[in-house]
């Protein structure tokens, strides 16, 4: 089953390498030993799929009534396992696997030379999320009270974790309420943490139909970067690419899904 990859998560890395490059405008701030020609690097791999997607930017100074990070860095030569990728937008570089697919265990390794300098970043694909479960499966808007604060009533996402790695969990809920006073749950993302359980309240479910339930397994590097958006230390950004900004990552996925019936 293919998944794709949410855009909530690249936000979390593009809210990083944003305030890597406000901070670069505020030069007083920025470390010393902060090379300021260096590149920013965002490529998210994920297992299950077949293509491989890596964007490169520059460090220019960040306009603030532009909503991108930056410039994109192109004609760059670019490789991951040695194979060249290409070109196919400003800044992307794409490699099509065909047949193949990114597999968990295996290690792919990030080279291309920028500035005078190599560029270098290896990620290996975490293991498949397996076994997620929901409980309960199914609710009526009537087997709980939305508009009580005091109702405790809980959902419970459960997935097998036998190496004790990070997990995010994803709820993208639907739009189905014409009661503006209920709200929408909509998109919501976890922050990452170790553990084999997620708890909801089932107040938070206010639209019927299918909440689509996704649980990540995600890298220490994405962890270390997400933690980092929230750090009052953006003048030092953490990285786990050799001479760049930015993440060379990757991530498994499962899903699962919550039905919310409309109470009779």
């Known amino acids: 089953m293919k998944i794709n990859y949410p855009s909530c998560l690249r936000a979390v890395v593009s809210s990083c390498l944003t305030a890597i490059l406000l901070t670069n405008c505020a030069q007083p701030l920025m470390d010393t030993t902060v090379d300021t020609d260096s590149p920013v690097v965002e490529a998210f791999l994920q297992e299950g799929t077949n293509t491989i997607s890596v964007n490169v930017y520059s460090m220019e100074k960040y306009l603030i009534d532009d909503v991108s990070l930056s410039k994109p860095i192109t004609g760059l030569t670019l490789t991951v396992n040695d194979i060249q990728l290409t070109e196919t937008a400003s800044g992307t570089y794409t490699l099509d696997l065909n047949e193949d697919t990114i597999r968990e265990g295996q290690t792919y390794k990030l080279n291309f030379t920028y500035n005078g300098k190599t560029i270098e970043a290896s990620t290996t694909i975490p293991l498949k999320v397996s076994n997620i479960k929901v409980d309960p499966e199914t609710m ?48 919501r993302m976890m922050q990452p943490t170790r553990g084999n359980t997620y708890t909801a309240r089932a107040m938070e479910f206010r639209s019927t139909g299918a909440h689509y339930i996704y649980v990540y397994r995600v890298c220490q590097d994405y962890v270390d970067l997400y933690e980092h958006v929230s750090s009052t230390d953006l003048a030092n950004p953490v990285s786990a690419v050799t001479n760049a900004f930015g993440v060379f990552t990757s991530v498994s996925v499962g899903r699962s899904k919550l039905t919310v019936y409309a109470a009779e």
């Open 140 to 187: 009526t808007q009537s087997s709980y009270s939305w508009y009580n604060p005091d109702d405790t009533t809980e959902v419970t996402v459960t997935w097998d974790d036998p190496q004790q790695d990070y997990f995010q969990v994803y709820i993208e809920s639907p739009n189905t309420t014409d009661d503006a006073s209920m709200g929408v749950f909509g998109k």
